[in-house]
């Protein structure tokens, strides 16, 4: 076999027709199942890849899918793009990061895009639609968009999430178990549901204890790390501190544990934080975050499955698909410091 293994490569391998691997490598459900494996694994053994340009021409498609993100440089992006990816090359399909920084010009240039058919589907992370509505209505029925994390109500995608006030709510519970009493809570930004859910969760699990929620002790936050240190330096100096912080995200985690540590007192001596999201750098920080782990590389993989279905002809599913998520305990919680003693100076 000389240069780009080709269909007919693995036909003459495995002794089957050239359209019966076009078959299994494309539409798999033409094609009995131990055919379509044989058919799958001689094609990764020999590194098959699909010709793009050929496989455009003849579907009408661009043979690319949009993920569209707020900021593409958050690391919390790159397991959910990786898990997006696999499933997207597995197919046939490239991926595109489209970058909105909370530019509405931006988010209306990517929804061009797909109507320009520049792009077959969309990956949203951005938790809102375009306020210009026509550019919705210019899409044909049924759109290929599936929404992952952030929920989007009434616009009739599929959608791919978590949990966040169940979540939110154990991370809490695991800082009351240990014995705080006066917990504070970083909040995302608070008109997105991703953030309503998370300070609901914190309020929960405090009202299930019986316990108050101070004035001040919910402090406003943006997902960033200067919001941490600010929420941080605010909850310090209230009269009577916090022993505990749960910041609706791992960047606002590092912040406030910054701040906390700049002001001269230790974590989790004299304050334990809990985060949310498990980035790669949490459990290499020091000490390693406390944090809610969420199933990103699978939250790829699933969006992307969905997409798939849904530029199959499919309609995705009608009921959101929630995964599951898990507390991580590492170095940062620990009991509340004994009543009565000052924070170290």
Do not use: W
Request: hydrophobic share 40%; with cysteine; proline share 8%.
């Amino acid at each position: 076999m000389n240069g780009r293994p080709k269909i007919k490569d693995i036909a003459a391998m495995l002794g089957v027709s050239s359209a019966t691997v076009s078959r299994a490598l494309g539409d798999g459900d033409l094609v009995a199942e131990p055919t379509r494996t044989r058919i799958r694994e001689a094609a990764r053994t020999l590194n098959y890849r699909p010709n793009a340009s050929a496989r455009s021409l003849r579907t009408r498609r661009a043979m690319a899918v949009l993920m569209v993100v707020r900021d593409v440089g958050n690391p919390f992006y790159l397991d959910i793009l990786k898990g997006v990816e696999a499933t997207a090359r597995a197919a046939g399909y490239a991926v595109l990061m489209g970058n909105t920084e909370n530019d509405p010009d931006r988010e209306v240039e990517y929804f061009h895009m797909l109507r320009d058919g520049h792009a077959d589907g969309m990956i949203l992370m951005t938790g809102k639609l375009p306020a210009d509505t026509a550019v919705l209505d210019a899409l044909p029925e049924a759109p290929p968009v599936v929404v992952a994390l952030e929920m989007i109500a009434d616009s009739g995608f599929p959608h791919v999430q978590i949990d966040n006030e169940a979540a939110a709510a154990a991370a809490v519970r695991h800082l009351i178990g240990l014995g705080h009493r006066r917990i504070a809570h970083v909040c995302g930004p608070v008109p997105e549901p991703m953030s309503r859910g998370r300070r609901a969760g914190y309020r929960a699990a405090m009202a299930e204890a019986g316990l108050a929620v101070p004035p001040g002790y919910e402090q406003p936050g943006d997902y960033l790390l200067d919001g941490g240190r600010r929420a941080g330096r605010a909850l310090l100096a209230l009269d009577e501190p916090p022993t505990a912080i749960f910041a609706a995200n791992d960047e606002m985690a590092y912040g406030a544990i910054h701040e906390v540590r700049r002001l001269g007192r230790e974590v989790p001596r004299d304050v334990s934080v809990v985060g949310f999201d498990d980035l790669y750098l949490s459990e290499a920080f020091y000490p390693p975050l406390t944090t809610v782990r969420q199933p990103r590389t699978e939250i790829g993989r699933t969006a992307m499955t969905m997409l798939l279905d849904i530029l199959s002809g499919g309609r995705g599913p009608r009921r959101p698909v929630v995964l599951d998520t898990a507390l991580q305990v590492r170095g940062t919680t620990a009991p509340p410091p004994p009543a009565g003693r000052r924070p170290h100076a």
